[in-house]
């Protein structure tokens, strides 16, 4: 039984298995078809033809829509455990951050340069946007305090 508190994965649904559930009625109704014509005629016609054309061509497009279905329905089981996974391993080493002893248990969160290091790694003719600039070349902005020149 599924755990109540995750929710469930994205599955084909109703829609796929009408269809799946059509192709194999109108497959049988073809295959009926095309037995009660060989049983009661001596002579191949045209109505056979078309008769086993219907019945092949059916019995494909019923297994085609259910093959597909299937490959949907683990295609969406795959994604959710993949999920759940990314999850885990992500809550797993923020607990592991939060809990370390000491910074060397623990790989660091990658942090940028302090704001004084972007000048330096600015060439003189590159364009500068407004995210990027120091707290001395704003102007006329108001002080964030100290989230330096972040934005949300």
């Known amino acids: 039984m599924a755990d109540p508190s995750r929710p469930q994965p994205y599955q084909p649904g109703a829609v796929s298995l009408f269809f799946v559930a059509k192709a194999g009625v109108f497959a ?3 295959w009926i078809w095309l037995l009660v014509l060989v049983l009661r005629a001596d002579a191949a016609a045209g109505v056979h033809v078309l008769a086993a054309t219907g019945a092949i061509t059916t019995t494909l497009v019923g297994v085609v829509l259910g093959v597909r ?3 949907q329905h683990n295609a969406a089981v795959r994604h959710a455990e993949m999920k759940k996974l990314l999850v885990d391993i992500s809550w ?3 607990a592991a951050a939060g809990n370390a ?4 248990n623990v790989v660091p969160f990658p ?3 302090p704001d004084s290091e972007w000048a330096a790694q600015r060439a003189g003719s590159d364009r500068v ?3 990027d600039r120091g707290s001395g070349e704003r102007t006329g902005a108001r002080d964030r305090g100290n989230n330096g020149d ?3």
Request: glycine share 4%; net charge positive; no cysteine.
């Open 69 to 71: 279905m299937a490959l």
């Open 28 to 30: 049988a109704a073809f």
């Open 92 to 94: 797993n080493a923020f």
């Open 101 to 104: 002893e000491s910074a060397s």
């Open 129 to 131: 946007s407004a995210f």
């Open 111 to 113: 942090a940028g340069p």
């Open 150 to 152: 972040r934005r949300r």
